[in-house]
Nanobody, 117 residues
Framework: QVQLVESGGGLVHPGGSLRLSCAPSGSIVNIGVMNWYRQAPGNQRELVAAISRGGRSHYADFVEGRFTISRDNAKNTVNLQMNSLKPEDTAVYYC???????????WGQGTQVTVSS
C-alpha cells in the first residue's frame, strides 16, 4: 500500500510559521479528500483541515484563520501553511488521503510540530 510522507515539522517560537508538506511514496490514483490531522500527547487525533479534489477547504474551529491548506492534484501533494503558531498547536501532524471511491484511506507517519519559547 502506498504510504504518505510528511515533511516540514520542527521547533518554532510562538507567533512563528511552518509549512508542512505531504507526498505519496509511490504511485497513487483517484485521491478524493486530503486531510491534515494532529495528535497531542494524551489527546485524541483531531482534524485540522481538509481539502477536496476541487479545492474546497474546511478548517477546525481552533485554526481561526491561521492555517491554509492547499493541494496539487497533478503531483498528489498537500500542504499546510501554519502562521501565528501557538504553544497549544504542539502535536504530531499527520497527512491523510481518502480515495474518491473510498477504496483506500492512507496515512503518513507524522511530523512533529513543537511551538515553544
Amino acid at each position: 500500500q502506498v504510504q504518505l510522507v510528511e515533511s516540514g515539522g520542527g521547533l518554532v517560537h510562538p507567533g512563528g510559521s511552518l509549512r508542512l508538506s505531504c507526498a505519496p511514496s509511490g504511485s497513487i490514483v483517484n485521491i478524493g479528500v486530503m486531510n491534515w490531522y494532529r495528535q497531542a500527547p494524551g489527546n485524541q487525533r483531531e482534524l485540522v483541515a481538509a481539502i477536496s479534489r476541487g479545492g474546497r477547504s474546511h478548517y477546525a474551529d481552533f485554526v481561526e484563520g491561521r492555517f491554509t491548506i492547499s493541494r496539487d492534484n497533478a503531483k498528489n501533494t498537500v500542504n499546510l501553511q501554519m502562521n501565528s503558531l501557538k504553544p497549544e498547536d504542539t502535536a504530531v501532524y499527520y497527512c491523510n488521503a481518502v480515495a474518491s471511491d473510498l477504496t483506500y484511506n492512507c496515512w503518513g507517519q507524522g511530523t512533529q510540530v513543537t511551538v515553544s519559547s
